[in-house]
Structure formats: structure tokens, C-alpha cells
Nanobody, 125 residues
Framework: EVQLVESGGGLVQAGESLRLSCVTSGFTFDDYAIGWFRQAPGKEREGVSCTGRRRHGEYYADSVKGRFTISSDNAKNTVYLQMNALKPEDTAVYYC??????????????????WGQGTQVTVSS
């Protein structure tokens, strides 16, 4: 059974940093594209960042480029999202996602088959 378990969310002030973690299990880590989506209250889910199978490529939404960094630790089957210079508009529930796709797409949340339970990130101004 595929499982994605996020952690690391919290309440921070604007300009501060957080690192989200996603511990995965139930599949071969390198065989899946893995990424992060977020959803703010009253808004649609938004792709934030992802990395492809074999960890080829890193992709970011324009809204987070230069501030967020995705990384992974294959030995721990874990993906991280380092979030710096946080803004109030980054407030959302952040979800870890995974899929067998060869072409990970941040614009299509329906493409991603597996989702974690989410972790809340709140940025105060």
C-alpha cells in the first residue's frame, strides 16, 4: 500500500522558513515522480513543486521559484520541501503527491494518483 506522510507544517511569520518532509512507503521510491501541491481555503489545488522519476528534473510554480527547493533522500525514501522567505499567500494545506507518470505536471492535480493527508502551513503578516 502506497503511503505518503507529511510533516513539518506550522505557524510562522512572513520572511521565515519551514521545511516540509514526506516519508513514503509501499513503492519503489525512484520509480515514481513525487511532488507537492497546496490548497488554500476557497481556492483550487495548486501545484508547487515536483521531481521526476529517478529524481530527474525539478519543477516549480512561478509563485515559489527562487524561494522553495525540493530535495530527496533516497536512503530514507523521503522528499523535502524547503520553503524560505515565506509570504502570507503561501498559507495553505500542503500535500505530498506521487505518481508513475513519465511527465510530471504541476498544472494537473488529477494526474497524481497518490496523496498524503496534508500538513497545514500558516504564514502571518
Amino acid at each position: 500500500e502506497v503511503q505518503l506522510v507529511e510533516s513539518g507544517g506550522g505557524l510562522v511569520q512572513a520572511g521565515e522558513s519551514l521545511r516540509l518532509s514526506c516519508v513514503t512507503s509501499g513503492f519503489t521510491f525512484d520509480d515514481y515522480a513525487i511532488g507537492w501541491f497546496r490548497q488554500a481555503p476557497g481556492k483550487e489545488r495548486e501545484g508547487v513543486s515536483c521531481t521526476g522519476r529517478r529524481r530527474h528534473g525539478e519543477y516549480y510554480a512561478d509563485s515559489v521559484k527562487g524561494r522553495f527547493t525540493i530535495s530527496s533522500d533516497n536512503a530514507k525514501n523521503t522528499v523535502y520541501l524547503q520553503m524560505n522567505a515565506l509570504k502570507p499567500e503561501d498559507t495553505a494545506v500542503y500535500y505530498c503527491v506521487a505518481d508513475l507518470t513519465l511527465f510530471p505536471d504541476l498544472l494537473d492535480s488529477n494526474e497524481w494518483d497518490y496523496w498524503g493527508q496534508g500538513t497545514q502551513v500558516t504564514v502571518s503578516s
